[in-house]
């Protein structure tokens, strides 16, 4: 009996261990895929140049052509590290604005509002957006005094339906034929 339990714990012990090699045999793995892709890029941008260099005797083609090779670079992910920089501000700035904007919603409005707005959010994601900035709009204006709760929401949301709604027209249209007698 005592064997097993020492067996029991050993195996027990071994768990961490193994679950440290699985998660470094995926490492490796993901690291063998993004060397692979950095090759193919790196090919790309060789071929690039050698393309680019065939004729460089005009100085305004070899600008053109510097310009040209910089943009495909850039497309393909071998941008300078100010590109990646600036994307990564981008990136940040874009995220401050969504969580201030969120933030000023949840002010705004009750939870049920919120909660329908998140549904119809995941069916339409532009109405959601529309909805969201009408009402952040009234807010900074002032329209809004209270808390937007799911019945006024509802309300809204069925104005906005009102004046957006799209009427459908189907129009036939037949083709004549030569041999008709029309």
Known sequence: MEKQCG???????????RFCELVLD????????????LK???????????VLQ??????ELEAI??????????QCGMG???????????????SEAE???????????????RARVARIALVKPEKARGVEDVILRAAR?????????????????EQINTQTAKETRVTIQRRTSVLDDD
Not at 99 to 113: F, G, K, P, V, Y
Not at 141 to 157: A, M, N, P, R, W
């Open 40 to 50: 193919a890029l790196t090919l790309r941008a060789t071929l690039l140049e050698g």
């Open 65 to 74: 052509r510097q310009r040209r090779m910089q943009e495909l670079m850039a």
């Open 99 to 113: 969580e201030q904007r969120q933030m000023m919603l949840s002010q705004i409005l009750t939870s049920e509002a």
């Open 7 to 17: 067996t029991n714990q050993l195996e027990e012990a071994r768990l961490p261990v």
């Open 80 to 94: 300078s590290q100010q590109n990646s920089e600036q994307q990564k501000a981008q990136e940040e700035a874009k």
């Open 26 to 37: 995926i490492g490796f793995c993901l690291l063998a895929m993004v060397m692979e892709d």
């Open 141 to 157: 204006v002032g329209q809004i005094t209270e808390k937007v709760s799911e019945e006024k929401l509802i309300s809204l949301l």
């Open 54 to 59: 065939i004729d460089s005797a005009d100085p």
